[in-house]
């Protein structure tokens, strides 16, 4: 006997993908919509409880790839019946573009689907043009943001690209997975040594740097302030100084939403950087610094979504830190492209920042996707971790984030004033201590606090 299947949404999506369930022999009772009437419709998305109940419905598949995240997740919190399976149309670009839906675009719901949203789109070809031809030098090139850019540079057309990480493991498989072009060039190497770094620009003379490399665990990092202070702080010095001697056109920055009003060790030093770059925006009319914010990288190393599929996939319960934490997120590949969009289209001491939505409550999340992949597993509140926020923030003054040619992606510029003189003397010193280690941990927070920053 053929499953019974409701699909969600009469729109293209869903007339297709019935068409297509139909050709294969399957049964399709009806339609759920909170906007079109006509054949097959048997409700709002609201009524989906009853009309489960009525027509012993099987299956539900959710076909507006077009919705946002906060709708999937309600619809799927609303469904009361244990006995429906849910499956859900990607909201990828490619569905978005497709003229049809086919039953093999359906995927099980999973956390990209949860808290995905319209993918934002960039300037690409602008970006071709800004890299093609170009030697362009990428730090951090082996973590799942610096290698994911390093594909998007790959893919403009550049004359050479050097990739710099001191994670070898991570550089051979990148090394291997994009078997190794000759205009590709891998670097063992540590940004905070400033000896090795001035050789490697010496030997290839970047045009473009995007410097992606930091380590960025909260609590980790919140336990070892002075290696986050040497990597973050010093090895962007370091980077910035090298950019400036060796006459590099482009520096962009990676940085995060924490880097605003920074409650720990991590998001101080990233905003240190931030810091940086306004201060040596000035020194040289030859060379343009930006920087780039964003939130919580779906795909990325250690990223709440890795640690949620991996509980999942052993039958552990969810840890969430508190039910009211709240994160934005984004994919890796709009993470990369907009790094990318910064390096082309930014102005001198430019801040990007895209619009990442609403805030997605983790422990929604964690909910959701226990609805929908294993009712029997549970969530547990493990309490804020040291350095933890309640909720990120993307500006330090709404009032200064501006609209770009793109409506997706504003642009911060000059958020707060600070003396640069004082702060230049004291980074040198606070660099000197740590990279000497005549500084210990306590101290390295406490003086992060005399520059201003609450650290926890």
Known sequence: MSDRILIVGRGKAGLSLADDIRRRGGVVIGFLDDSASGEGVLGDLASVNQVVVEHNVDLVYFAIPSSSASTVRNFINSIESDNVDIAIVPRTYEIL????????????????????????????????????????LVTGAAGSIGSRLTRQILAAGPSEVICIDWW??????????????????????????????????????????FHAAAYKHVPLMQENPIEAINNNVLGSLNLM???????????????????????????????????????????SSKI?????????????????????????????????????????????????????????????????????????????????????????LEIEITGLRPGEKMFEELSYEPSKVKLTSNEKIFVVHGEKAFDRGKFMTEMRDLVRLTNSYQISNREAIERLRNLGFAIQ
């Open 241 to 283: 100084e090298l950019s400036i001697r060796h006459g590099v056109s482009n520096f962009v920055f990676v940085s995060t939403d924490k880097a605003v009003n920074p409650v720990n060790v991590m998001g101080a030093t990233k905003r240190l950087g931030e810091m940086l770059m306004e201060c040596f925006s000035g020194l």
């Open 97 to 136: 573009t497709k003229e049809t839906v086919d039953i093999n675009d359906l995927t099980d719901v999973d956390v990209l689907d949860l808290v995905g949203r319209e993918p934002v789109k960039h300037d690409l070809l602008a970006a071709r043009e800004f890299l093609q031809g170009k030697r362009v």
């Open 168 to 209: 070898e493991n991570g550089i051979f498989f990148l090394q291997q997975d994009l078997e190794s072009p000759k205009n590709l060039t891998f670097q063992i190497a540590d940004v905070k040594d400033l000896n090795h770094m001035e050789q490697i620009f010496s030997n290839f003379n970047p045009q473009i740097v």
């Open 288 to 376: 343009r610094f930006t920087a780039v914010r964003f939130g919580n990288v779906i795909e990325s190393n250690g990223s709440v979504m890795q640690i949620f599929r991996s509980q999942i996939s052993k039958k552990k319960a969810l840890t969430v830190t508190h039910p009211d934490v709240t994160r934005f997120f984004m994919t890796i590949d709009e993470a990369s492209q907009l790094i990318v969009q910064a390096a082309a289209l930014g102005e001198d001491r430019e801040i990007f920042v895209l619009d990442m939505g609403e805030p997605v409550r983790i422990i929604d999340l964690a909910k959701s996707l226990i609805r929908v992949v294993d009712p029997s």
